[in-house]
């Protein structure tokens, strides 16, 4: 995949967990990186849009951030309800355009 | 409230074709990029077409392209997926998402519930 993400992740609750999203070749130098939370049954939700921008009424707990070729999301206090899939994701202009999603990282509350 | 609810999916053979509908409400739909987003089960999400809101461009996924073709009808608000030469890869469930803006991008705050495609003989 062109975005790569763990396959997994966990954390008990209260905990801090870091959810990361690499990028290759060039392809996050220049494009906003989208976070979306899924689950099971369910249509994604967009958490973070822009690198580091929460929509209304995300909690403050989701926070992301973008380095060169990077990206990562943040949870802190984690919840038992944060248990889904989150996917990045971006829009690579090169090649005439098009989107492009992470593998999906399935995060588990220990 | 925006709205987006997705119709025509169903069971087709191989080879076959399906076209899918997005039908929307709530916001004015000639304003903005429209994308389709499937899921095949129990994998992740795959980035499917999208269609500019202004209406000059379209983009494929490199897995569609040449068999699928997006459209719009701005009279009735609706956002359409003709999926030819379907093939065991195109099973999944098929979403659609209004963009932010008229320009395709990948944040996409409204959604529909999806449609179930299978591809079987």
């Known amino acids: 995949s062109v975005l790569t993400q763990p396959p997994s992740a966990s954390g008990t609750p209260g905990q801090r967990v870091t959810i990361s999203c690499s990028g290759s070749s060039d392809i996050l130098l220049s494009s906003y990186v989208y976070w979306y939370q899924q689950f099971p049954g369910a249509a994604p939700k967009l958490l973070i849009y822009?690198?580091?921008q929460r929509p209304s009424g995300v909690p403050d707990r989701f926070s992301g951030a973008k380095s060169g070729t990077s990206a990562s999301l943040d949870i802190s206090g984690l919840r038992a309800e944060d248990e889904a899939t989150y996917y990045c994701?971006?829009?690579?202009?090169?090649?005439?355009?098009?989107?492009?999603f992470g593998g999906g990282t399935k995060l588990t509350v220990l | 409230e925006v709205q987006l609810l997705e119709s025509g999916g169903g069971f087709v053979q191989p080879g076959g074709s399906l076209r899918l509908s997005c039908s929307t409400s709530g916001f004015t739909f000639s304003n903005y990029a429209m994308t389709w987003v499937r899921q095949a089960p129990g994998q992740g999400l795959e980035w499917v077409s999208s269609?500019?809101?202004?209406?000059?461009?379209?983009f494929y996924a490199d897995s569609v392209q040449g068999r699928f073709i997006i459209s719009r009808d701005t009279s009735k608000a609706t956002l359409y997926l003709q999926m030819n030469s379907l093939g065991a890869g195109d099973t999944a469930v098929y979403f659609c998402?209004?963009?932010?803006?008229?320009?395709?991008?990948?944040?996409?705050?409204?959604w529909g519930q999806g449609t179930q495609v299978t591809v079987s003989p």
């Open positions: 822009a690198n580091d």
């Open positions: 269609f500019s809101g202004d209406g000059g461009r379209t």
């Open positions: 998402a209004k963009g932010r803006s008229w320009e395709s991008s990948m944040r996409f705050e409204s």
């Open positions: 994701a971006t829009w690579d202009a090169s090649w005439g355009g098009r989107g492009v």
